[in-house]
């Protein structure tokens, strides 16, 4: 399997050369994915020194009980097709409308949307598990690239955000899911830490400063830049600031993804060494 | 609800009239001019389409222009209820005595080319970077280029005149589609940012900058007073919060909703997209939605055409 970086000034167009490129036989990397990358590279590796936009998203819904929820799905959502990005992007601007961008910058969902989200039903028909977060707390054995993790909003709007010590992030429920499980949170932070001797890393929710009435949802974006610097928010200062993890990110603009494919490199690889004469 | 269909198909109802600002004007007022309306969730492209759309006979629209079109327009035309980038940039520079200014560029500067904008957004995304964007996601521009902007040249070559903005402020009966105006970096910086009253406006220094004159500003003011009888509008800059010594260039826009709603402000959440942010800056980044004004027939067109059966 050969992983490849995908960058456009445009998320669709990012998102829609990555699927091209994993194809039926790959995937474009989630949240849970690049962490492990990132876990088992060494810190010169590219996957530790820029940002990257992830396969995964949480979307905020009302259960059919009136409860609000946050679903977290990781492999692909509804934001998981460039056309629905479009959709999102192409729509009417006007805040009162019930498609587009919300003023804090997520993707306007529909109820049907959310509510199918719940039982786990994407819009292409896919149908994937759906864990409530204590469940997947516990953790779960063979979890499948793509799947849906349920937490009250309550609990996530609570979460610590900002720049927090690891020993707190690794209790924190917002990361455990963000980060596929309790283990891989703590290997996730374990390494973070090691880099650089950090005592914090960012971890950042929009859940404080949302209406959980309107439906939405939003791609998630691991930060990074060359070397990790300012990574416990000394340099929390534009797109090259490492941190940590997103929830703020607007549905338009730059994207990053990692799209891992089976590739035949000895018969479709390029050798430099074959273009000197 | 208008959807980017009923935008475009409102477009029509822009009239090219309303585009023409003072010299502009005389050399582009007549009938065959038709406007139109240019949305990309990708700004590079939209702004593509903008260009070739005005081909050589037109233009894309600066801020004076959207705003002097807005004073001639009624407060129910597509050009007052939405948002729009302008033909408009505000580069900061450094002259060669080394004074930090703020150049503003109508009618098209660096970033009037889709290729420009291109080159920063696939730059190295590094803030130890040349190229590329600063951290508040303006253009990062070269020493070169900041230099020749001053003297009024673009890279391609184009050439353009530069007014000093006390020079500017005096007005200019003459002003053409494209031209710079050069602004003492303090006292841009100095300016008013946020809701601001129409009378503080009239003279600040901005806003006389971006819209094009005093005359402009003021005739633009009244008319946006109006509109709902409020007393204030919003107008932002981020010279307060970017370091002068990178050259840098950044975009400007006009905002607008349907109804002109919560122009002064509103409480709770924000509305993003929607809401009515006055004149503000963007970098090269995210959506944009330029006017194309170009030669054409509109009787001849498929705008006037019925597909239903």
């Given amino acids: ?277 | 609800m208008m959807t980017r269909r009923h935008l475009f198909q409102a477009a029509t109802t822009v009239g090219i009239g309303m585009f023409a600002s003072p010299a502009g004007l005389a050399k582009t007022s007549d009938s065959s001019m038709v406007a139109r309306i240019f949305f990309d969730s990708y700004g590079a492209l939209a702004l593509r389409q903008a260009v070739i759309y005005a081909g050589d006979g037109g233009f894309v629209a600066s801020l004076p222009q959207l705003l002097h079109a807005r004073v001639n327009a009624d407060y129910d035309n597509v050009i007052w209820n939405t948002w729009f980038t302008a033909e408009s940039e505000e580069s900061v520079v450094m002259t060669p005595q080394g004074n930090h200014v703020v150049l503003t560029v109508h009618g098209g500067g660096i970033l009037g080319k889709p290729s420009r904008i291109e080159r920063a957004l696939r730059a190295d995304l590094s803030r130890h970077n040349t190229h590329g964007l600063t951290g508040q996601y303006a253009a990062k521009i070269t020493e070169s280029e900041a230099r020749e902007l001053l003297r009024g040249r673009l890279p391609d070559g184009t050439e353009f005149p530069v007014y000093e903005f006390d020079a500017f402020r005096q007005g200019n009966p003459d002003l053409p589609r494209r031209y710079g105006v050069v602004l003492d970096f303090e006292t841009a910086k100095k300016s008013e940012t946020g809701y601001v009253s129409f009378d503080t406006l009239r003279d600040d220094p901005i806003m006389i900058c971006r819209a094009g004159g005093v005359d402009a500003a003021a005739a633009y003011l009244d008319k946006a007073g109006k509109r709902n009888d409020t007393s204030k509008m919003r107008i932002v800059h981020g010279h307060d919060e970017i370091d002068p010594d990178e050259p840098q260039t950044l975009l400007l826009t006009l905002g607008g909703n349907k109804g002109g709603v919560g122009s002064e402000g509103h409480e709770g959440l924000s509305w993003g997209y929607g809401e009515d942010w006055g004149l503000g800056w963007s970098g090269p980044v995210g959506m944009d939605r330029y006017v194309a004004v170009a030669p054409g027939n509109a009787s001849t067109s498929l705008q006037n055409l019925d597909f239903e059966f």
Avoid at chain 1, 172 to 178: A, D, G, M, S, T
Avoid at chain 1, 238 to 251: E, F, K, L, N, V
């Fill in chain 1, 1 to 277: 399997m050969q992983p490849t970086i995908v960058f456009e000034p445009h998320i669709p167009t990012a998102l829609q050369r990555a699927l091209e490129y994993a194809g039926d036989k790959g995937f474009v990397a989630s949240l849970p994915q690049l962490l492990h990358a990132r876990t088992n590279a060494p810190y010169d590796n590219i996957i530790w020194n820029t940002w990257f936009t992830s396969n995964s998203e949480e979307c905020v819904v009302t259960t059919p009980q009136g409860n609000h929820v946050v679903v977290a799905i990781h492999g692909g959502g509804i934001l998981g097709s460039p056309e629905r990005l479009e959709r999102s992007a192409h729509a009417d601007m006007d805040h009162r409308n019930t498609e587009g961008i919300t003023g804090q910058g997520a993707a306007k969902i529909t109820r049907q949307e959310a509510l199918d989200v719940l039982d786990g039903k994407l819009p292409d028909g896919t149908e994937i598990p759906v864990y409530p977060f204590d469940e997947f707390r516990r953790g779960i054995n063979d979890l499948p690239i793509r799947y849906g993790v349920i937490t009250d909003f309550e609990l996530a709007r609570k979460t610590e955000k900002g720049f927090t010590p690891f020993e707190i992030l690794k209790e924190e429920p917002n990361f455990i899911v963000r980060a596929g499980g309790v283990e891989a949170a703590a290997d996730y932070v374990d390494k973070f830490q090691a880099r650089h001797d950090t005592k914090l890393m960012g971890n950042f929710h929009p859940f404080d400063r949302i209406d959980p009435d309107q439906p939405q949802t939003r791609v998630i974006f691991l930060a990074g830049n060359k070397g990790g610097v300012g990574s416990e928010g000394d340099y929390f200062f534009g797109y090259d600031s490492d941190y940590g993890i997103g929830g703020y990110a607007h549905m338009i603009g730059l994207a990053r993804y990692v799209a891992v494919a089976p590739r035949d490199i000895s018969v479709s690889g390029l050798r430099s060494e074959d273009f000197e004469p």
